[in-house]
C-alpha cells in the first residue's frame, strides 16, 4: 500500500508534464511480462501513469491461456479450468522462449507439465505442443495470444485504440530469447518501442520519484528481484550528467547484474505440492498415487501457492482440498518450518545473485547504499532473513512497489519513446549482461608455410552500455569473405547456466562483392572493409551494414582568373577565411565508436602485418566501453586540417613581392592535393547460428492463426450475447402481461396470442436454441419484438402523458402571460410589431384548440386502440411555442429604447429661436466610469425656468458633480416619476 500511496501522490506533482504534443494523442502500454504474472499499464492524456486492471479488477493478470476445441480462455478462466482439464491450459511459457527442443529447461518443463506433449520443430529445432493434429501451437504464438489479450485489457481501460508498447524481459534474456518476445508481439499486431530489462524499468520508476534526491554525487542501490521463476540482483548507479541537448539531467546506469534463472517463488510452490502429494499418499486413503493423476496434481499446486503465502504471515496452516481424487478430501497440517526445510538448499542460493553483480560491476558491499526488494517471492520471511545477512545491512529496503515498479517504469519509458507526450527526461544507460565477439579467421604465410590464424576482436564488453553503435574494420581483405559474431568470454557463468544458455554462435556473415568494389577503385587506397554494427535500445544486436571505404586524392586547379584572386583579397581584407574552394566529396559524420584492432604478442594487427607507428597510435586505442555513442576517430579530419593549413600557406607565399618570384613558380610545380572518401556497400548474407527465425510466410501464417482465434472468439461473444437477449426478452415479456399498465392496453385476444407466441419461443429455446447460429437468434427475437410492437407502444405513450402534458400547460400559461404583458407597452416604447405578436397570439390559440380536441378524442378512445394523443405531437407543440417565445425575448433583450418626444411648452419657442440664432449650446453629460448602462441617442436637456423637481425624479450624475456646480435634470408630467430610457427591458 505504501508504494501505491507514494505513486498516486507524486504522479502528478513530480513524474510526467504530459502535454499532448500532436491534437491527436494516442495513449500508449507497458507489459511487465513475468514467467506466471504480467502487469500492465497505460498513458494517455489526462492520465499520467496507471495500472490497467483486468476484467476481475485486479490488478496483475495470470499468464494463461486455455484452449479448446471450441474455446479460448485467458487468466482465472484458464487458471479455473486447469484444474478440470489441465492438458488445454498453457502457461510458464517464458522458460521455452528462444529455446532448442534439446535445452534442459525444456526437459524441466515436460517433467513440471506432464500433461503437455512438447514436440521437436524440424525446421526451426525449436518446440511445439500439440494437443490434436488441428491444434498445434508454438511457445511464441501462445505468448502471441497474451499480449494480444492485454492489449485488450488496455484499451479497453484507456477507452482508446492503443498499438505502441514496452515489454520487459529478464535482464539474463539472450539475443534468441529477446527476438522470440519481439516475434510474440508481431504476432499479437504489436508494435514494441522498446524490450527493458525488467531490473532496469524498477530502477527507472525508483529514480523517477527521487529526482530531486539526485544530483553530482555518485549513488549505488542495489534492487534484488526474486519472481515466481528466476532472482536478479542489480547494481544501480544514480547521478546527473550534463548533454547538450537537455542539460543537466539526471540519469541511471547499470552496473553490474547477478541471476539465478531457476531460483523464484514457483519452485516453492513445487516442492509444497509434492509434499502434500506425499502426506496424502501417507493417508492411504486410496491404493491410487496421486502424483500419477493430472487433475489432482494441479488442486494441489493451487493449494500449494496458497499455503505458501499464508505461512508467510503464519507459522503454521491447515491445508485441505475437497474431492482430491476419487471424491476423497485431503486434509492436513504444514508448518513454516517444514516449509524452510523442503526449501533449504533454495535458501542457500539466495546470495549468490548478489555476488555476481558485485563481481561483474567490480564493486564491494561497502559501496551500496541500499538493498531494495523486487518481486513477489521476497516476502517469503526466510528469503528476508537470509539476504539481510549476506548483505550485511541494518535493513532491506521496502520502498517501491514489488508487484508493478517494473510496469510503471516501463510505461514511463513508452511515454518518454512515443511521439504524442513529453516527459521530464531520465537518462538510461542499459548494459549487456553477455559479450559479443566477431571472429575471423585468415590464410597466413610465415617463413614459406602458410597457416589459418583465428582472429577475435570484442565488439561489446560484458556490461557494455547500450544502445551503442560499434564499427569493425577489416584492413587485409581484398576478395569476398565470411566473419562470424559470437558470444564472448562466458566464463562468468556455471556450468548449468551455460547448458541452459543455448548456442554461443550467433551468425556467419557472408561478404559477396568485396573483389569488384576493389577492381572499380583500383587506383584508390583500400581502407578496409567496415562493417557497423548496433545494439538497439532493445538490447538485440544488429547489423546495419558492410561497406569497402577508399581514399583517393582530389588535385586542386593550379591557376586562378585574376577575378578570384581579387574576389580572395577583398574577402582576406574584410575578415573572410581561407580562399581555398569546398572539397567534391564531403565524408558523412559517423556516430559509431570504432573498434581498436587486437595487437598480438609479434605487434603486428589483425591481419598479421605491422602497423605504421601513426597508425598503431591512432588505433591502437583501449575499448572505453563507457565511451558516449558517437564518439569517432579524427585521424582522416586531422589529415584534411593538415593540407587545407599547407594550401594556405601556399597561397600565401604566392600574394609575396617580386623578390621571390622564382620561389612562387617552385611551388606552383607542388599542386595542392586534398583527400576524399568513397565507400560503396558490400552484399550481406546472413545465417543465423542460433535459432532459425521463423520466415514472414511463418509470421504471416501465425498471426492468421491468432486473428482467426480471435474473430471466433467474437463470434461466440456475439452469440452469447444473442442468446442472452432472447432468454431475456422472453422472461420479461412474459413477466409484463401480468402488470397492471400492460393488462391495461392489451385485449385478451392479443394477449393469447403474444403469451403462446413467448411459450413456443421457450420451447424452442430448451430444444434447438443453444445450438443455434446467431443469425436464427436475432431472427427469433425480431420476430417477437415485432409482435409486441403495438403493445409496448401504447404503454410507453401512457407513461409519456403525464410529464409532457404538464410541460405543454406550463408553456401554454407563460406565453399567455407574456403576450399580455407585452401588449399592454405603450406604443411609443412598443418593441414588438403587430405581426410578431399576433403570430405567437396564433400559435398559442391553435395550440390550445389541438390540446382540448385531442384530450377529448382520447378520452373516446379504449386504452387498447392506438392513441391518437402521441408523445411526439406534444413534443413537437412544446417546440413550436418555445421557439416563438424565445424569439421575442430575444428581440427585446437587445432592442434599444426609442427616443422621447421633446415636451410642448413656453420655453420651447425660445430654444427654437435660440438654436436658429446660433446661441444655444446643446449640454453632453459624460457618462460615469462606473456605469455599464447602455447610452442613450439623444439624452434630454434640462428645461430653464422649471419649478424644481421632485426628489424622485432627480437624476445626479457623478461626472457632473465633479467638474461643475451642482445642477439638477428634471422632468415634466403629473406625478409619475421619471424612469430610465431602457426601463422596458427590466419590465419583460
Known amino acids: 500500500m505504501g508504494g501505491r500511496t507514494l505513486t498516486s501522490v507524486a504522479l502528478f506533482c513530480l513524474v510526467l508534464a504530459m502535454l499532448p504534443s500532436h491534437t491527436v494523442s ?126 485488450a485489457l488496455a484499451q479497453d481501460f484507456a477507452e482508446q485504440p492503443i498499438k505502441d508498447a514496452v515489454i520487459t524481459v529478464p535482464a539474463f534474456f539472450n539475443q534468441a530469447e529477446r527476438r522470440a518476445v519481439l516475434q510474440a508481439a508481431q ?72 541471476f539465478d534463472r531457476g531460483l523464484g517463488g514457483f519452485e516453492m510452490d513445487l516442492r509444497l505440492r509434492d509434499h502434500l502429494a506425499k502426506l496424502f499418499n501417507e493417508q492411504k486413503k486410496s491404493k491410487k498415487d496421486v502424483r500419477e493423476n493430472h487433475r489432482a496434481m494441479s488442486k494441489l499446486l493451487k493449494e500449494a501457492q496458497r499455503l505458501k503465502t499464508v505461512l508467510s504471515a503464519n507459522v503454521d496452516f491447515m491445508a485441505q482440498v475437497e474431492g482430491l481424487m476419487d471424491d476423497i478430501d485431503f486434509k492436513s497440517k504444514v508448518t513454516r518450518a517444514e516449509f524452510e526445510e523442503l526449501c533449504a538448499d533454495l535458501f542457500e542460493r539466495v546470495p549468490g545473485p548478489v555476488q555476481d553483480a558485485l563481481a561483474s560491476a567490480e564493486m564491494k558491499l561497502d559501496e551500496i547504499e541500499q538493498v531494495i526488494l523486487v518481486g513477489g517471492a521476497t516476502r517469503v520471511p526466510k528469503v528476508q532473513e537470509v539476504l539481510l545477512k549476506a548483505v550485511g545491512k541494518e535493513e532491506l529496503g521496502k520502498n517501491i512497489n514489488a508487484d508493478e515498479a517494473a510496469a510503471m517504469g516501463a510505461v514511463y519509458q513508452a511515454a ?34 602458410k597457416t589459418l590464424k583465428h582472429n577475435k576482436r570484442i565488439l561489446f564488453q560484458r556490461m557494455a552500455p547500450y544502445p551503442q553503435r560499434k564499427v569493425i574494420t577489416f584492413n587485409r581483405y581484398n576478395s569476398d569473405f565470411a566473419f562470424y559474431i559470437n558470444y564472448g568470454d562466458l566464463s562468468f557463468l556455471s556450468q548449468d547456466d551455460l547448458s541452459v544458455f543455448g548456442s554461443q554462435n550467433l551468425t556467419t556473415v557472408k561478404l559477396s562483392g568485396v573483389g569488384e568494389s576493389f577492381e572499380k577503385h583500383a587506383d584508390a587506397e583500400s581502407k578496409g572493409i ?180 480471435t474473430d471466433r472468439d467474437l463470434a461466440k461473444h456475439e452469440r452469447e450475447k444473442s442468446l442472452n437477449s432472447l432468454e431475456a426478452f422472453i422472461f420479461e415479456t412474459q413477466d409484463k402481461l401480468y402488470q397492471d399498465d400492460y393488462q391495461l392496453v392489451v385485449s385478451e385476444e392479443e394477449k393469447e396470442q403474444i403469451a403462446a407466441k413467448l411459450r413456443e419461443a421457450s420451447e424452442w429455446m430448451d430444444e434447438e436454441g443453444y445450438t443455434a447460429t446467431t443469425k436464427q437468434l436475432r431472427e427469433k427475437l425480431s420476430q417477437l419484438k415485432s409482435l409486441c410492437k403495438d403493445m409496448f407502444f401504447r404503454v410507453e405513450e401512457r407513461r409519456k402523458w403525464p410529464d409532457r402534458l404538464v410541460a405543454l400547460n406550463s408553456i401554454l400559461n407563460t406565453s399567455s402571460f407574456f403576450l399580455r404583458s407585452a401588449k399592454l407597452i405603450p406604443e411609443d416604447d412598443q418593441i414588438f410589431t403587430e405581426v410578431e405578436l399576433n403570430t405567437l397570439e396564433k ?146
Not at 90 to 96: I, M, T
Not at 425 to 449: H, K, M, N, Y
Request: proline share 6%.
Open 843 to 988: 400559435v398559442i390559440n391553435e395550440t390550445t384548440t389541438w390540446r382540448n380536441e385531442t384530450l377529448a378524442e382520447q378520452a373516446k378512445r379504449s386504452p387498447k386502440e392506438r392513441p391518437v394523443l402521441l408523445s411526439k405531437d406534444i413534443e413537437s407543440k412544446l417546440s413550436l411555442l418555445d421557439r416563438e417565445v424565445n424569439y421575442l425575448l430575444n428581440k427585446a433583450k437587445f432592442a434599444k429604447p426609442k427616443a422621447k418626444a421633446k415636451p410642448k411648452n413656453s420655453t420651447s419657442s425660445d430654444k427654437s429661436s435660440g438654436k436658429a440664432n446660433g446661441t444655444a449650446e446643446e449640454k453632453v453629460i459624460p457618462p460615469t466610469q462606473d456605469s455599464t448602462d447602455t447610452k442613450t441617442e439623444n439624452p434630454e436637456e434640462p428645461v430653464p425656468g422649471e419649478a424644481p423637481p421632485t426628489e424622485e425624479s432627480t437624476v445626479q450624475t457623478d461626472s457632473d458633480s465633479q467638474s461643475q456646480p451642482t445642477e439638477e435634470t428634471t422632468t415634466t408630467g403629473p406625478t409619475e416619476k421619471a424612469k430610465p430610457k431602457n426601463h422596458i427591458e427590466d419590465e419583460l
Open 187 to 258: 504476432m499479437a499486431g504489436l508494435k514494441v518501442l522498446q524490450l527493458i530489462n525488467d531490473n532496469t524499468a524498477v530502477a527507472l520508476n525508483y529514480g523517477v520519484f527521487r529526482r530531486k534526491d539526485i544530483d553530482n554525487t555518485v549513488k549505488n542501490m542495489m534492487f534484488y528481484d526474486m519472481g515466481s521463476g528466476s532472482t536478479t540482483a542489480t547494481i544501480v548507479t544514480y547521478q546527473t550528467v550534463k548533454t547538450k541537448e537537455a542539460g543537466t539531467q539526471p540519469q541511471l546506469q547499470i552496473r553490474g547484474v547477478g
Open 26 to 151: 494516442v495513449a500508449v502500454m507497458s507489459v511487465d511480462l513475468g514467467s506466471e504474472w504480467m502487469k500492465m499499464a497505460i498513458v494517455k492524456p489526462g492520465v499520467p501513469m496507471e495500472i490497467v486492471l483486468n476484467k476481475e479488477s485486479r490488478r496483475k493478470t495470470p499468464i494463461a491461456v486455455c484452449l479448446k476445441e471450441n474455446e479460448r480462455l485467458f487468466e482465472d478462466g484458464a487458471l479455473g479450468m486447469s484444474v478440470k482439464n489441465p492438458k488445454t491450459v498453457y502457461r510458464h511459457l517464458q522458460s521455452l522462449l528462444g529455446k532448442k527442443y534439446d535445452n534442459p529447461l525444456v526437459a524441466l518443463y515436460q517433467k513440471r507439465f506432464p500433461e503437455h506433449q512438447l514436440l521437436d520443430d524440424p525446421v526451426r529445432d525449436t518446440v511445439y505442443f500439440k494437443n490434436s493434429e488441428e491444434m498445434q501451437y508454438a511457445p511464441e504464438e501462445l505468448l502471441g495470444m497474451m499480449l494480444n489479450y492485454s492489449r
Open 530 to 709: 567496415k562493417a557497423h554494427f548496433n545494439m538497439d535500445e532493445s538490447g538485440v544486436l544488429l547489423l546495419d551494414r558492410v561497406e569497402s571505404v577508399f581514399e583517393t586524392i582530389v588535385e586542386e586547379k593550379e591557376e586562378e582568373s585574376t577575378l578570384t584572386k581579387l574576389g580572395n583579397t577583398i574577402s582576406t581584407l574584410f575578415g573572410g577565411g581561407s580562399s581555398e574552394p569546398a572539397p567534391n566529396v564531403t565524408e558523412p559524420v559517423q556516430d559509431e565508436e570504432e573498434v581498436p584492432p587486437e595487437s598480438g604478442k609479434d605487434g603486428k594487427d589483425e591481419d598479421g602485418k605491422d602497423e605504421a607507428p601513426k597508425e598503431e597510435a591512432a588505433k591502437e586505442k583501449p575499448d572505453d566501453s563507457d565511451k558516449p555513442e558517437g564518439e569517432e576517430k579524427s585521424e582522416e579530419k586531422t589529415e584534411e586540417a593538415g593540407s587545407k593549413t599547407d594550401a594556405k600557406e601556399e597561397k600565401d607565399g604566392e600574394k609575396s613581392g617580386n623578390a621571390e618570384a622564382e620561389k612562387d613558380e617552385e611551388k606552383k610545380e607542388v599542386k595542392p592535393q586534398k583527400k576524399s572518401k568513397i565507400a560503396e556497400d558490400i552484399t550481406v548474407e546472413l545465417v543465423t547460428n542460433d535459432i532459425i527465425d521463423p520466415t514472414a510466410d511463418d509470421v504471416a501464417s501465425s498471426k492468421k492463426k491468432l486473428q482467426d482465434l
Open 416 to 449: 518518454a519513446l512515443s511521439k504524442a507526450f513529453k516527459v521530464k527526461p531520465f537518462l538510461v544507460r542499459d548494459a549487456a549482461v553477455f559479450p559479443i565477439q566477431v571472429e575471423f579467421t585468415r590464410e597466413t604465410e610465415e617463413e614459406g608455410i
